[in-house]
Structure formats: structure tokens, C-alpha cells
């Protein structure tokens, strides 16, 4: 597994983790559930598993679909809403952190993963850039 590979997975397990905790400790009487806005969830490694090339990817991937926490986590996901944000060109600059590969092939393994694991999503696209519509559209959708 490469470094990159190692802490994707990594940051894919703290989001199990973190999403664990919050449901653990969510109160049971909200009206309309809880709700958990984060911008990494443990579908992220599993996409990053299947877009790899390096070797054992294929395998990582299964592995992390079979894995008991991402199956604990799946049914809170199914009753989720995934926002998905399409890849802007403009704004992308290398940060050190972030993979600038190919986030258009990312987003297409995203799309294809929530769609196979039955997760609802909504895609806000580059056409979309105002961050006050932004809001307004997965405002309009939590409704």
C-alpha cells in the first residue's frame, strides 16, 4: 500500500469513527433525526481503493466493502443524504494534501458506488458556483 493509499484509508477509518461516535451519542427524541454534515465518509476510501492503480487496489477494495464497521455505518448512510460536489477546474491548486489526479474519474467511481450501495446522493455541479445557492439546494432537499 502506498503512503498516499495509507492515509486515504486512514482518514476514511477516523470518518467511520467519527460517525460512530455521533450516532452513539445522538439524542433519540430530535424531530427528523440527526444531522451530520462532513465532507469524508468511509465510502471515500472505497472509491479511492477502486479508482487506484497501484497494486492490491482491486483486492483493498473488497476488503473495505466486507469490512464490519462500513457495514455497521451503511444502513445510517441509506437513510443519508450524500452531497456531491462536481470538481470545479478553476479552483483546484495542489495543496499537498488533496489528490489532484483525476477528480472527474473520482466523482464517476462515486456516483457508481452510491448508486450500487443504494446511498440517495444529490450532485451540485460547476455550473453552480454561488455559495448562497449552494446552500439553498441541499437546503430545498433536506425539506
Known amino acids: 500500500m502506498s503512503r498516499k493509499d495509507h492515509a486515504m484509508w486512514c482518514a476514511g477509518v477516523r470518518a467511520r469513527n467519527a460517525e460512530a461516535e455521533v450516532l452513539r451519542m445522538a439524542p433519540t427524541d430530535i424531530p427528523g433525526g440527526v ?20 497494486s492490491g487496489a ?7 466493502m466486507r469490512n464490519v464497521a462500513f457495514q455497521a455505518i451503511l444502513p445510517f448512510y441509506r437513510q443519508s443524504l450524500f452531497v456531491v460536489l462536481s470538481p470545479v477546474a478553476e479552483w483546484m491548486m495542489d495543496d ?9 474519474r473520482y466523482n464517476e467511481e462515486l456516483y457508481r458506488t452510491l448508486n450500487e450501495l443504494e446511498i440517495p446522493f444529490i ?4 455550473e453552480t458556483r454561488d455559495i448562497q445557492i449552494r446552500v439553498e439546494l441541499v437546503k430545498r432537499h433536506l425539506r
Not at 35 to 54: G, K, M, N, W
Not at 58 to 64: A, D, S, V
Not at 96 to 104: F, I, Q
Not at 123 to 126: D, K, P, V
Request: no cysteine.
Open 123 to 126: 450532485i451540485i455541479g460547476e
Open 35 to 54: 444531522l451530520l454534515l462532513s465532507d469524508r465518509s468511509a465510502i471515500d476510501p472505497i472509491v479511492y481503493a477502486a479508482t487506484s492503480t497501484a
Open 96 to 104: 499537498g494534501v488533496r489528490s489532484l489526479e483525476d477528480p472527474w
Open 58 to 64: 482491486p483486492e483493498r477494495h473488497e476488503r473495505l
